[in-house]
């Protein structure tokens, strides 16, 4: 009997994590990587400003579920399987060391994201799988399903005949483009998020529901606003809400040519995503730049501060540790005179510094993808996959990994820590099928 054939869809993370370990744990199976561009792990290429965030350094599966708006549970139980201290061990044994910064994410000592992708693509290379670029799967035929309706009323010794054993029967055949077509046994679709929902037909025709893909992991746009003129200024620890929302976040924050961006607001793009988009991405924000004040007890420290350094001038002497060009943005938004000293300071220009510190409102119109984070919420609905395998609940032999289930995270290394789990886990359920 011919070795059972499994196609992976899709070239990133996720799809190169199930190949390598399906390749390496089941040497019968003959495992094909189809690519649908000319570029392998793009994803992984660009991550992390080119240094590639491979997971967090998070040691607890309570605390990590935490980090995703969507399929939190889901992961709760496929953790189990396949936790970051895996991931760490599995590059380390292949000699890629991961290094922790100081907010936990890992990336390889080498400080390149070429480091992570060398060392698939050798592991790929070691257990041969075959590696197919520019194949773009236009559609999939469920031919077990097919044949059988065909030959609907006949038995099974008879439908043997015409099509061999069930045993060596081929499940799937994949239509690419330029009129290819590709046998399968097993499919484990890995092919990343889609930010439309036609963009999934193909799946919603083998019998799966798709959660509506939104956006998530975004910048806010903020135009004609005059913060936009303090491009490149970042504060360490901020906290911003959506004004009529329960939604907030606390982080740094990186102003921006066209608004926004930085982990605080990527981080409240992610949980606010659905939300969001039904606002068709405009609503206003809030932003506290000195989280451990309030209106009141800032008030309060405001006048030991005008006490403590009262003929100091303003301009000169920023007491919060603020970056210098945003404190003079601030100071000029409230109308304070280059000269004035702490002394001096009028009461109604310090009520005005102080809202502004607490609670600045920006008003947000549109949105930016952050490019090195692209994610998709939405997907391939979880209660259809069996997560102790990652096979389809509607079609034995069809396995997902990666971003094409309706699972995301925040930015900091969880998106990749859900591909390189879910990957291994469909690499094992395959086997378990074998």
């Known amino acids: ?251 740094p924050l990186l102003i921006t040519h066209w608004g926004m961006s930085g982990p605080a607001v990527l981080k409240l793009s992610a949980w606010g995503a659905r939300e969001l988009a039904a606002q068709k991405y405009e609503y206003a924000i809030v932003v506290n730049w000195l989280m451990e004040y309030n209106e009141n007890n800032l008030k309060e420290k405001m006048q030991k501060v005008r ?3 009262a003929p100091q001038k303003i301009y000169n002497r920023n007491p919060f540790g603020l970056p210098a060009r945003l404190w003079e943005h601030f100071l000029q938004l409230c109308g304070i005179a280059e000269d004035i000293r702490w002394a001096d300071l009028p009461g109604k220009e310090q009520n005005k510094l102080i809202k502004i510190l607490c609670a600045q409102e920006f008003t947000v119109k549109g949105k930016t993808t952050f490019k090195e984070e692209f994610v998709t919420a939405g997907g391939v609905n979880l209660e259809e996959i069996d997560v102790n395998t990652m096979q389809s609940k509607i079609l034995p032999g069809l396995f997902f990994a990666g971003e094409i289930i309706n699972v995301d995270g925040v930015t900091g290394g969880f998106n990749f820590q859900n591909a390189w789990t879910t990957g291994w886990i469909a690499a094992n359920g395959i086997g378990k099928n074998l």
């Open 1 to 251: 009997m011919n070795n059972k054939r499994l196609i992976v869809i899709g070239g990133g993370a996720a799809g190169f994590f199930c190949a390598i370990n399906a390749a390496k744990l089941y040497p019968q199976l003959r495992v094909t990587i189809v690519e649908k561009s000319s570029k392998l792990l793009s994803k992984v290429k660009v991550s992390g400003g080119g240094r590639c965030n491979v997971t967090h350094a998070c040691y607890s599966i309570a605390e990590m579920i935490k980090k995703y708006p969507r399929g939190a549970n889901f992961l709760k139980k496929a953790f189990h399987h396949f936790f970051t201290t895996d991931t760490i061990s599995w590059f380390a044994e292949r000699g890629v060391k991961l290094k922790t910064e100081a907010d936990g994410r890992m990336f390889p000592e080498s400080n390149e994201s070429q480091t992570i992708i060398d060392c698939l693509l050798r592991e790929a290379n070691k257990y041969k799988v075959e590696i197919m670029m520019n194949a773009e799967v236009e559609g999939i035929v469920n031919r077990e399903s097919s044949i059988g309706n065909r030959q609907s009323g006949i038995g099974d010794r008879e439908l043997e005949k015409l099509t061999g054993s069930f045993e060596s029967q081929q499940r799937f055949e994949l239509h690419l483009n330029n009129n290819r077509v590709m046998d399968a046994d097993y499919l484990c679709i890995a092919s990343g998020g889609y930010p439309k929902a036609t963009q999934f037909e193909w799946l919603t025709r083998l019998g799966h529901t798709i959660e509506e893909p939104v956006p998530s992991l975004f910048t806010f746009n903020m135009p004609g606003n005059s913060i936009t003129e303090l491009m490149g200024v970042a504060v360490e620890n901020v906290l911003v809400k959506i004004i009529g929302t329960k939604l907030q976040q606390t982080g």
């Open 307 to 309: 006490f403590d350094i």
